[in-house]
């Protein structure tokens, strides 16, 4: 039995609560021992003791709100809430005395005095806790009378609502808020007896983001998801678990189901290493699921038109006309491109097809471009594209550096966790980056950089740790460059770095303090924007702060299950496993695909998945390009441009209508179930893969089981797949398995600080935002009412001095030529003479910056640096 506040702690804590003296009380004749501090509530609850509570929530700090709680304590005058009064040794508590459950059920009718008898419309019927509590006490007449005052629902944001009249003032959602998700968007705006009510904070918060906290602990119908909202009942639903894959946090939720339909997404209180938390998209994402947009039968193009058919003839004519380009070619005329959101097991299947099948190596997933920072700097330094740490080492770290800020936006789950550790006083967060937030109010410390300015400030970093001569001797034995690294970053002193970035001298000093002195320091990277995931200049930087501490780094990739591809060889580098290829130069990575089309040595491209057409367009592979091949397969859950001009199209079914395996960022490989049947006439990617892979000679791999028993036999740090009670558990594969031995490389890296001018004076940036999590998400009609697409950010300083109101059309140009006009959104997160485009709108990003090539991923080419001027729209 462990003290109340247990599970909010980090790992430190708890070994130091294991240790704490016991005490031992008495509760109703039965003697109980735990450990100093716990709460009477927890106390009993360990000695299988009910009592009642309305407020207290076991995430949340006690609230002592509702008083159904109340019990008896020898020498005490009067009975006391059980959920924030610690035990004493010695104590006598009586938890069911009559004169205790007359006070109850009395504190339980001032709460219904007020509480509509709607139970047969509210959708928290059936798991409402004030109508378990009620049924339970027996509590069956209102003894009081009160004026009912007039309460009206209101708006929390375009997706919640609160229900004034159901509220019974527990003030869960206000401290669920406040203490995990650190918005403060939820408050008591009235305090006045009856007529007391929460709603949106009007000062001192950030705006509400439907990240559904609120939804979670509410326990009645207050608070109320209108996606939801008079579809189902509670005891309708089959709650099936799966795993989120729109970020490489990969939260575990419950999809809600009934009649082949997902209604909801529901989490448990503290399930998975997500802790019971999800984001926006998460939690609402799912009507994507059922979107008009899907693909809903196999289709062969036929006298110029796509027309359905049987999946028998779709999988021959694709089979048929990949051997007849293969033999009048060769393996590598055929390229392959996955979706880093499908399971390791059709992952796995895909790159065999590919290899086995076609003998290609031209195989790839667009995930590699945004992440190709991460990747770049982990392979260069460790050797393997994996990070060294998990989440859970965020609970032993003192120090944790963040790059970058915008990390609330990619991985809005893990920005959690940074904030839980903050919280606890265990660890210094320290963040950089152009973005300000409530990640970067909240922090120990922040430095607020320009884009483009963060490699000066982490070499500047480097060298004061180099000049303090306070570093981990055993790492420093295992390091390559460490001469020239320090000799490179002399040049970034304090000062100058102070002049050439524009941030206060004494924030710098500080933070290397900060570094200097952890003695367990870990760097979390996560690539924010465009620039910070095509150019490894910021991680390498990163990278070096950490290997000269001795600390791990957790690199978040962005997508739900980049890291298995990675693991699962997804790449032109390397097999599964990351064995090395004896093939890797003939292999072809999405940035050089076009030039592979334009020259004629792609004759035919297999894409798989939903995560493409955004990197196509950015890296130049327009549809001229793809109306030029001999043969376009797309196998994809909805339609849309590309597929339209596919020569065969195969229709996937989503991540509900499958079971997997995924591995999020952090190496944990979990499994996630099959939800309902495939919809229409749609398959699973395994499926497909498989039955194509038997039609070129390949043997049959059609179930996960069968896959799982290939991965594990061919990849060791899988060899635990087939093991049920693990991935259901969900855990990380062993990174000593893999990485290699030896020294770690040290990287010499400059900044590509943007050349702006007196025409060209705005810095250009396409950040990551809220409520996205690839294109999948884009067919969320729940997220596109709470989605950004359309706009230009830009500060409120330059607002102003432009004379610029948010919502007025604005003009951005760059240097090569390339102009948008979208409406203004002014910002209070970006710094002046800074400008920023949501990065998923790739048709502005590729308007203003034209198609890229290869070069913007060579580290000596420095970080990506655009610049703009900005005006407002005339006429």
């Known amino acids: 039995m462990l003290p109340d506040h247990y599970d909010r702690l980090t790992r430190g804590q708890r070994r130091s609560e294991k240790n704490l003296p016991m005490i031992t009380l008495t509760i109703n004749e039965q003697k109980v021992s735990v450990p100093e501090g716990t709460t009477i509530l927890k106390a009993a609850q360990s000695a299988g003791i009910y009592i009642p509570t309305l407020c207290y929530h076991a995430k949340l700090s006690p609230i002592g709100a509702c008083r159904i709680c109340l019990v008896e304590v020898d020498g005490e005058k009067r009975p006391v809430a059980s959920c924030d009064t610690q035990v004493r040794e010695g104590m006598v508590v009586r938890t069911d005395s009559e004169e205790i459950i007359r006070q109850r059920k009395q504190m339980l009718q001032f709460v219904l005095l007020n509480h509509p008898l709607d139970c047969p419309v509210c959708d928290k019927a059936g798991e409402c806790l004030v109508q378990d509590i009620t049924v339970n006490m027996s509590v069956l007449e209102q003894r009081f009378t009160a004026p009912k005052p007039e309460k009206t629902k209101e708006e929390l944001s375009p997706l919640l609502d609160i229900w004034h009249t159901r509220c019974i003032m527990c003030g869960r959602c206000v401290q669920v808020c406040k203490e995990i998700q650190g918005a403060r968007a939820i408050d008591y705006v009235v305090r006045a007896g009856y007529t007391s009510k929460v709603g949106p904070t009007e000062s001192g918060g950030y705006a509400c983001e439907s990240c559904s906290q609120c939804l979670s602990v509410c326990p009645v119908g207050a608070i109320i998801d209108n996606t939801f909202r008079y579809s189902a009942r509670a005891w309708q639903l089959k709650k099936v678990n799966s795993v989120c894959t729109f970020c490489g946090v990969g939260c575990q939720y419950e999809l809600n189901v009934r009649n082949n339909k997902v209604f909801r997404v529901t989490v448990g209180d503290f399930q998975g290493h997500n802790r019971g938390n999800l984001c926006s998209a998460g939690r609402f994402g799912k009507d994507a699921i059922h979107s008009e947009a899907r693909l809903s039968a196999p289709a062969v193009r036929k006298n110029g038109s796509l027309q359905s058919v049987s999946w028998d003839e779709a999988l021959d004519y694709a089979a048929q006309r990949l051997k007849e380009i293969v033999s009048s070619h060769d393996g590598d005329s055929v390229a392959g491109l996955a979706s880093a959101r499908c399971t390791n097991e059709a992952l796995f299947a895909f790159q065999r097809l590919m290899r086995q099948g076609l003998g290609s190596n031209r195989v790839d997933t667009p995930a590699h471009l945004s992440n190709h920072a991460i990747i770049h700097a982990m392979t260069g330094v460790y050797g393997i594209p994996a990070p060294t740490a998990t989440l859970s080492d965020l609970d032993e770290a003192d120090a944790i550096l963040v790059v970058d800020s915008n990390i609330i936006t990619t991985h809005p789950v893990a920005a959690l966790e940074l904030l839980r550790v903050h919280n606890s006083g265990t660890a210094k967060v320290l963040v950089i980056g152009h973005r300000s937030n409530k990640l970067t109010t909240q922090c120990a410390q922040y430095a607020r950089t320009s884009p483009g300015a963060e490699t000066a400030l982490l070499n500047c970093l480097t060298n004061i740790l180099l000049s303090q001569n306070d ?405």
Not at 624 to 647: N, T
Not at 655 to 676: D, L, M, P, W
């Open 471 to 875: 570093l981990n001797k055993e790492s420093l034995e295992k390091l390559d460059g460490y001469d020239k690294l320090k000799l490179h970053v002399m040049k970034y002193s304090l000062g100058d770095t102070a002049t050439r970035t524009g941030i206060d001298p004494d924030i710098i000093s500080d933070m290397a303090n900060s570094i200097s002195a952890s003695k367990k320091f870990l760097l979390v990277l996560a690539p924010g924007s465009l620039q910070s995931a095509l150019n490894a200049s910021v991680a390498s930087a990163a990278i070096n702060v950490a290997v000269l501490k001795g600390g791990k780094v957790l690199s978040l990739l962005c997508e739900g299950n980049a890291q298995g591809a990675l693991d699962l060889g997804i790449s032109p580098d390397f097999l599964p496993g990351y064995k090395e290829t004896a093939t890797a130069q003939n292999g072809s990575g999405v940035p050089n695909i076009r030039q592979a089309m334009e020259s004629g040595d792609i004759k035919a491209l297999y894409l798989m998945g939903s995560d493409i057409q955004k990197e196509m367009s950015l890296f130049g592979i327009g549809m001229d390009a793809l109306r030029e091949l001999e043969l376009l397969v797309v196998q994809d859950v909805f339609a849309g441009p590309v597929a339209d001009l596919a020569h065969v199209v195969l229709p996937a079914s989503s991540f509900a209508e499958r079971e997997g395996s995924y591995t999020n960022a952090c190496r944990i490989v979990q499994h996630s179930s099959k939800a309902i049947e495939p919809i229409e006439r749609s398959r699973s990617d395994l499926s497909i893969i498989s039955q194509l892979g038997q039609r070129l000679g390949l043997a049959s791999m059609e179930t996960v089981e069968a896959a799982r028993v290939q991965i594990a036999q061919n990849v060791p740090i899988y060899d635990f797949l087939t093991d049920k009670a693990r991935l259901a558990k969900g855990e990380p594969w062993q990174y000593e398995k893999v990485a290699p031995a030896g020294r770690h490389k040290l990287s010499l890296v400059v900044e590509g600080r943007p050349a702006a001018d007196d025409t060209y004076s705005f810095v250009l940036t396409f950040d990551s935002m809220l409520h996205y999590g690839g294109s999948v998400s884009l067919h969320s009609r729940s997220l596109a009412k709470l989605r950004v697409d359309e706009a230009i950010e830009i500060s409120e300083d330059d607002a102003k001095a432009l004379g610029v109101e948010n919502g007025a059309p604005v003009v951005v140009k760059t240097k090569n030529g390339g102009s948008v006009k979208l409406p203004a959104l002014i910002s209070e997160e970006l710094p002046p003479r800074v400008v920023s485009v949501p990065s998923h709108n790739y048709r502005a990003v590729q308007a203003l910056i034209g198609k890229l090539d290869a070069s913007v991923l060579r580290d000596e080419e420095g970080a990506p640096a655009w610049v703009a001027s900005v005006m407002p729209a005339k006429g």
